[in-house]
């Protein structure tokens, strides 16, 4: 069996590591393609060393640009690749650009494609996530679900049966491969974290390109830090959209971008976290920390109705929300499949349906 994985964009190498270790353990053959979406390299690098992803096979260094110049980017500079690999399977990941322009290529040269993290939806097509979500999983041959929500959305979608395969969540298959090694970096105590601090990640444009309502979440925050030590680890993006609103932070810790393994850390023992952020509502879930997400919606909604997630699509409720914990704690559960085995089911998967010419994997 060959596999060949996109990457493209932070968001998906704690997805790709864990199916690349157990393919690994099956014995088949892997090429990872980077198509080099994320525009600062220092931030995908770092996840290849921390989550000991082998050096991609092949990087189509598309860099920063608009949706279309870098879904097309992509396109031109992947096809080539696949023609010449010719993998039993591509592989991608969740809702970036890289995803949606490699399921274009390999479905139009006939390749199988596999979605992880299939099934997701916001149901809002302002957000460019929910636009490659849906065209992915129209095109995909196997849709990989992390949940049973999903699995359900994309029958009712009209998706044959034998073509969904609830898994789980892959991205937990990581939390819980690098919890320790994140908590023995010692992060939270060196810079002074306690038992009431906030973890604060925005990156999302409908808030940190629109200048009122950035504006209004600095507030929140600032008012937040004369409460509780509030940590917020900045994207470069995010932090020129601060400079040029001029917003007052007060006495919020800006911090510069973290390692996965910090982040990790600082997660897991905070008292909440604040977020625009798919990959922490998945994560405060699994850690039962509460996460408050500064959005009007969420493709995640299991996070929500058993995990610790809460939708504040005000930011004016922010601090309101976040001091109700003082009274009533925020208690889930982690959902089914969220168990650190979702990478070995989706080996499985992929073996019972075999190679490109029929034979077993």
Not at 18 to 41: E, K, L, N, S
Not at 116 to 144: F, K
Request: negative net charge.
């Amino acid at each position: 069996m060959h596999l060949l994985h996109i990457a493209g964009a932070r968001p998906n190498f704690p997805k790709l590591a864990p199916v690349h270790r157990a393919a690994c353990g099956a014995g088949w053959q892997q090429t990872i393609v980077h198509t080099g979406q994320h525009y600062d390299a220092a931030l995908s690098d770092q996840f290849f060393q921390e989550l000991s992803i082998p050096h991609p096979d092949e990087n189509l260094e598309v860099g920063s640009a608009t949706h279309a110049v870098q879904t097309a980017r992509i396109m031109e500079r992947l096809e080539p690749i696949l023609n010449a690999r010719r993998p039993d399977w591509v592989l991608v990941y969740g809702d970036v650009n890289s995803t949606v322009a490699a399921a274009l290529v390999a479905s139009k040269l006939g390749i199988r494609l596999a979605h992880v993290e299939a099934g997701l939806r916001s149901y809002d097509r302002t957000m460019p996530e929910e636009i490659n979500r849906l065209v992915t999983d129209r095109l995909a041959n196997l849709l990989l679900t992390p949940s049973r929500d999903a699995s359900e959305t994309l029958r009712n979608e009209g998706e044959p049966e034998d073509e969904i395969e609830f898994v789980g969540n892959v991205m937990i298959d990581t939390l819980v491969h690098s919890l320790p090694t994140a908590r023995a970096t010692g992060f939270r105590d060196r810079i002074g974290a306690g038992a009431e601090s906030i973890v604060v990640t925005l990156h999302r444009p409908s808030n940190v390109d629109e200048p009122a309502r950035l504006t209004r979440i600095a507030t929140a925050l600032r008012r937040l830090a004369d409460q509780h030590t509030v940590l917020f680890p900045v994207h470069p993006r995010t932090q020129q959209r601060l400079r040029d609103t001029g917003a007052d932070l007060g006495r919020v810790q800006v911090l510069e971008p973290i390692s996965y393994f910090a982040m990790l850390d600082l997660v897991q023992g905070a008292y909440a976290v604040v977020t625009d952020s798919g990959g922490l509502q998945e994560e405060t879930t699994a850690l039962g920390v509460p996460c408050f997400t500064v959005r009007a919606n969420t493709e995640r909604p299991v996070t929500i109705t058993e995990g610790t997630n809460e939708l504040v699509p005000d930011p004016d409720q922010l601090v309101a929300r976040v001091e109700s914990l003082r009274s009533q704690k925020r208690v889930g559960r982690v959902p089914e499949g969220w168990d650190g085995q979702a990478s070995r089911r989706i080996v499985e998967a992929l073996a019972a349906r075999g190679k490109a010419d029929g034979r077993p994997a």
